[in-house]
């Protein structure tokens, strides 16, 4: 006499090949629900192409006026310095922290100048890494970026530096 079907292998291994497709979908639904889209992704190419000119002129004019910076950190607060000649005016100084991985740990301070012509900042609890620092100034007018390692033991050079340029 023949087995019932529900006691036989081969109806059991075919229904299990759509079952694991219903499995897998649902895995891949979970995680693309759970990471949304990829910030790194652009949809307007063109404008990001003339944005990208736009930051390369702004760090070719800070490497015509000259400006470079100290940075020091010392426990949670760093310290930036006019290298050589400052200019006339020190307007306030927007920098910008970017974790090398990581955008949510990103953060921005805008800092004026004290007596001395230093400009002073606290850092958050950031964790050790690789981090870029951009400076620019109130009117938007140069910009300055560089990667740092932090926490800095000792003074870097901040220095206008064109990739590719």
Same mark, same amino acid.
């Given at each position: 006499m023949e087995k019932p079907w529900y006691k036989q292998f081969w109806p059991w291994f075919l229904m299990s090949l759509p079952f694991s497709v219903i499995i897998a979908m649902i895995i891949t639904l979970t995680i @693309? @629900? #759970?990471?949304?889209? =990829?910030?790194?992704?652009?949809d307007d190419y063109y404008k990001k192409g003339r944005g990208i000119n736009a930051e390369v002129e702004r760090v070719q004019a800070a490497q015509a006026l000259g400006i470079e910076f100290d940075f020091n950190q010392v426990d949670q607060q760093? !310290? &930036?310095?006019?290298r050589g000649d400052k200019p006339q005016q020190l307007t306030a100084l927007t920098v910008n922290f970017y974790h090398s991985t990581q955008s949510d740990k990103d953060?921005?301070?805008? &800092? !004026? *100048?004290d007596a001395q012509g230093v400009f002073k900042g606290d850092l958050p609890a950031t964790e050790a890494g690789k981090w870029t620092i951009t400076i620019t100034p109130f009117d938007d007018s140069w910009r300055l970026s560089q990667s740092l =390692? &932090?926490? *800095?033991? #000792?003074t870097i050079v901040l220095e206008p530096l064109t990739y590719g340029v």
């Open positions: @693309a @629900a #759970r990471y949304g889209d =990829n910030p790194m992704v652009v760093f !310290t &930036l310095r006019y953060f921005s301070q805008v &800092l !004026t *100048a =390692n &932090l926490p *800095a033991y #000792r």
